[in-house]
């Protein structure tokens, strides 16, 4: 008879969630470009994560910086264009 320790637990979604707060769909990005490990089917319809997988995948997000995303430049918006000064959007009456 295997032992229980020996087997890799999975978790379903709620559970990564709770473990990795980001977005179902940046989640499924990393997964495409090989950044975050990868989920499989159990069954048709239950998908999964290996526990142990994602838990060096934290451990390493841990040891290694990320650089912060930069701002956007507000100045390159379609709509709501920014406007400079005190009054700049108004015309003068």
Known sequence: MARSDS???TIK????????PLADSTI????????FPKRFRLTPRCVVWDLSEVQTWLE???RTPVTPAKAP???LRRSRPVHHGA????PHL
């Open 7 to 9: 087997l890799p637990r």
């Open 13 to 20: 979604k709620p559970e990564l969630r709770q473990m990795v």
């Open 28 to 35: 499924w990005e990393m997964e495409q470009r090989g950044e």
């Open 60 to 62: 390493k997000r841990r």
């Open 73 to 75: 430049d507000v100045r």
């Open 87 to 90: 009054g700049a959007s108004r």
